[in-house]
């Protein structure tokens, strides 16, 4: 199965016609080949048939490690660091090695409770040799790219791109909770909401439409720049799947050293070298159409949140060397050229 096979049915409706983004893709693909498509089908087709009550897991990524006995080992020797008694270190292994036995059609609701004692533990453990201290999916380029390049070359797209980076900023939102809260969506959580991504995106997306309905054009640009930032913040697989990991870190951690950080710091150094992520943004010309900001932003979090196991577990499992896996650079580059193509039909949403 490929991801244009698990996009949602609004992709149905955007331009197939190959662009200098489109080109990339299928760069990326050959350097991968014949086995490394066939690692990323299988991965898919398995992301596909997991039950709900996986989806939900939290950690879900430490569960997934089931499937790699080289993570396993990895995993149980971040346990044997742990600075607790050795009865506790034998309670982890065992609870562990009893969740990848039965992953993944016997997992149960029973299990999160350990598992959301245990993932913290072992990010921390991972990471203490490799802090992190940025969070730049959204500052310098990301989000202002984003942005920029939805415009399709309107003369007020920077209003759009100097603002799009402004709801990370200490005081846009109302309070601590709400720059976490607002900045998600917990995909596979449905019944459970969440996230406040979607309400965000809807709220700025009517403001532009007003702005502009009333010749306000550059306000309208503006708004758009802030509606924008919440539909791409759901590109990020940490941002949707993960979104309930964030929590517990967010809680326990105050996200500092954890594999989002380190995730985040990935893209946006190879933003414009290496995978030059930004070129999956300035050369897509295609758009998926958007008849309702905050599902767009669900549907885009949908997309992003079946990467998110492989790319935690390999961050996890390498923090140092993660960055060499060609896979976590192939998905990412669907992540961000999906998330373009949806700001591109936000833009025409809205304008």
């Known amino acids: 199965m490929?991801?244009?096979?698990?996009?949602?049915?609004?992709?149905?409706?955007?331009?197939?016609?190959?662009?200098?983004?489109?080109l990339k893709i299928e760069a990326l693909e050959a350097e991968l080949g014949e086995e490394g498509m066939k690692k990323v089908a299988d991965y898919l087709e398995l992301q596909a048939s997991l039950p709900d009550v996986v989806k939900c897991m939290p950690f879900r990524g430490l569960a997934f490690a089931a499937t790699d006995p080289e993570s396993q080992a990895i995993k149980m020797g971040y346990i044997d660091n742990f600075d607790v008694s050795?009865?506790?270190?034998?309670?982890?292994?065992?609870?562990?090695?009893?969740?990848?036995?039965?992953?993944?059609?016997?997992?149960?609701?029973?299990?999160?409770?350990?598992?959301?004692?245990?993932?913290?533990?072992?990010?921390?453990?991972?990471?203490?040799?490799?802090?992190v201290i940025r969070i730049m999916w959204s500052s310098g380029k990301c989000h202002p790219d984003f942005a920029y390049y939805a415009c399709d070359g309107s003369a007020y797209r920077n209003y759009a791109s100097n603002v799009a980076g402004d709801p990370d900023d200490d005081g846009f939102e109302s309070s601590t909770f709400n720059r976490y809260y607002n900045h998600y969506w917990d995909a596979p959580n449905k019944n459970r909401y969440i996230g406040g991504a979607p309400s965000r995106c809807y709220e700025f997306a009517n403001s532009a439409i007003s702005a502009k309905n009333n010749g306000y054009q550059a306000t309208a640009h503006q708004n758009f720049g802030y509606s924008s930032h919440y539909l791409s913040d759901t590109g990020n697989p940490f941002h949707s799947a993960g979104a309930l990991d964030q929590f517990y870190n967010f809680v326990i951690n105050k996200f500092n050293g954890v594999n989002h950080d380190l995730y985040e710091t990935y893209i946006y150094d190879r933003w414009n070298t290496g995978y030059n992520f930004g070129g999956y943004v300035s050369g897509n010309t295609q758009s998926i159409t958007v008849t309702e900001p905050g599902q767009a932003v669900k549907n885009n979090a949908d997309y992003s949140a079946q990467f998110y196991d492989y790319i935690w577990d390999q961050i996890n499992n390498d923090p140092q060397g993660f960055a060499s896996d060609a896979s976590v650079?192939?998905?990412?580059?669907?992540?961000?050229?999906?998330?373009?193509?949806?700001?591109?039909?936000?833009?025409?949403y809205i304008m």
């Open 2 to 22: 490929t991801p244009s096979a698990m996009a949602s049915t609004e992709e149905q409706q955007t331009n197939l016609t190959k662009d200098a983004a489109q």
């Open 86 to 131: 050795e009865k506790e270190k034998e309670r982890y292994k065992a609870g562990l090695q009893d969740i990848w036995d039965r992953y993944p059609d016997k997992i149960t609701k029973d299990d999160y409770a350990f598992m959301s004692e245990l993932g913290p533990m072992i990010e921390e453990e991972a990471l203490k040799e490799h802090p």
């Open 329 to 348: 650079g192939y998905y990412t580059a669907q992540c961000v050229r999906q998330t373009a193509k949806y700001n591109h039909g936000l833009y025409d």
